[in-house]
């Protein structure tokens, strides 16, 4: 990760290239991010289907931790609501591009 100063005394951790490409690499975070990009919050457990209760326990306990200690999210857990954390300005080049161009990626990938 790479500290950022912002304005005041306040540092941002940033994700380098390869930590972005690391959390995108799961299309549950792929979503989730993605629907970031035009909401200012969102509810995870809306956005992936719970059919088996396993995607749930994996958002829960794997993706969210993962993001919001990247501090690419902030989840509230008691809310059970996401929003954008300080980080995410480092991934949503990346997301941009995944969300303009879905009918050239490969299926499932949002």
């Known amino acids: 990760m790479n500290v950022a100063n912002t304005e005041g005394d306040t540092a941002v951790t940033t994700p380098t290239t390869d930590e972005a490409f690391t959390l995108l690499d799961d299309v549950l975070r792929r979503r989730l991010l993605v629907s970031l990009l035009s909401e200012s919050s969102v ?9 088996d209760g396993e995607v749930p326990t994996r958002l829960h306990h794997v993706h969210l931790p993962k993001l919001d200690d990247a501090e690419v999210v902030d989840w509230d857990r008691h809310r059970g609501v996401v929003s954008r954390g300080e980080a995410f300005d480092a991934v949503e080049p990346m997301l941009t591009l995944l969300a303009d161009n879905p009918s050239k990626l490969p299926p499932g990938w949002l």
């Open 43 to 51: 509810e995870p457990d809306e956005l992936v289907p719970q059919a």
